[in-house]
């Protein structure tokens, strides 16, 4: 049912910054990248796991994403 | 047609230890959706925490049952902890995209070969399980009636269960009207006016969140007591049926 692919997607859009479409273009860019370059050092059954943990620690460093704008954290 | 036989399968079934998890899940999952308003996606990966933080240590490092309740309870908490602090301070949604995530990372973890040796990958967990739970049972002849049967040791599970749910509700009912419950219930109707009222939102948002997940998590310990075959303690197939 593209399990897989959709929670790549919700990473890709959150990492370039929910809400800009250029930043989807470069988060996409950088998540496929990063899945399938993974593989070189982790096993490739665990690649979509590798982007999932980077999805999390984007949200630790940088909430708003690569192009999001700052948005009033409370 | 046996209807005595219908019978007995469905009141086993509305009783048994299934409807248990399903309990406690739901539970912990009223803490967070019903009455913090926290879009949890990912309450199967606080069951699988739970079951895992038990089953591993039981089983591949032999330690007793009650540490490892102990254990599973600090890593449920640790798993809430996880996806709470970057989360909490952003919009409702950042915290549905990190807990369908968090809990898609723990399945793939659990089932992958890679791991096979200590999380069982696709199989789950086998081995001798449960011996000091079982060993306070004091119904070991079961039940057998015409109309509900259980073995000895499902019926432990069961009653122990069913207090565990009534305990684990009663506690909730108490906190939700406290006022701490009434914070929790102003964050879900109106987080910026609970903040202006100079509550520490986040800081409530994580207790809900820990308080969830721990009860998760003793569905998911409840998961394990469920798959015993009649007569033994050996555990079979743990949660991958969590995720069909």
């Known amino acids: 049912m593209g399990q897989d692919m959709l929670l790549l997607i919700f990473a890709a859009v959150t990492l370039g910054g929910l809400g800009t479409a250029n930043g989807a273009l470069v988060g996409s860019l950088i998540i496929g990248l990063f899945v399938q370059l993974s593989t070189l050092f982790i096993p490739t059954e665990l690649k979509y796991v590798g982007a999932l943990i980077v999805l999390i620690l984007i949200l630790i460093v940088r909430p708003q994403g690569i192009l999001g704008r700052k948005e009033r954290i409370g | 047609m046996d209807i005595l036989f219908i019978i007995q399968q469905t009141l086993s079934a509305t009783l048994g230890v299934n409807a248990i998890i399903f309990a406690l899940a739901a539970i912990g999952l009223n803490m967070h959706f019903g009455y913090t308003g926290l879009l949890n996606f990912g309450q199967a990966g606080f069951l699988a ?27 449920s908490i640790l798993f809430a902890l996880l996806l709470g602090i970057p989360t909490l301070r952003l919009r409702a949604d950042y915290l549905a995209i990190v807990t369908i995530a968090a809990a898609e990372i723990v399945r793939q973890i659990a089932r992958s070969a890679t791991f096979n040796d200590s999380l069982g990958g696709s199989d789950g967990i086998t081995g001798k ?28 599970v069961v009653i122990t269960g069913w207090v565990l749910v009534a305990l684990i ?38 207790q809900s969140l820990i308080i969830g997940g721990v009860i998760g998590s003793i569905a998911g310990f409840e998961q394990h007591l469920h798959f015993l075959p009649t007569q033994s303690s050996f555990l079979e197939a743990p949660p991958e049926s969590l995720h069909q």
């Open chain 2, 129 to 156: 399980f449960g011996k000091e739970f079982f060993d306070l049972n004091p119904f070991k002849q079961g039940l057998t009636t015409p109309i509900l049967r259980f073995n000895g040791n499902d019926l432990w």
């Open chain 2, 169 to 206: 509700t009663f506690v909730m009912w108490i906190m939700v009207n406290s006022p701490w419950g009434r914070v929790m219930r102003a964050i879900r109707e109106d987080e910026d006016a609970v903040r202006s009222l100079g509550k520490n939102v986040y800081l409530y948002k994580m």
């Open chain 2, 49 to 75: 925490i739970g079951a895992y933080s038990v089953a591993v240590p039981v089983i591949t490092f032999g330690l007793s049952l009650w540490l490892a309740l102990l254990i599973g309870i600090f890593n």
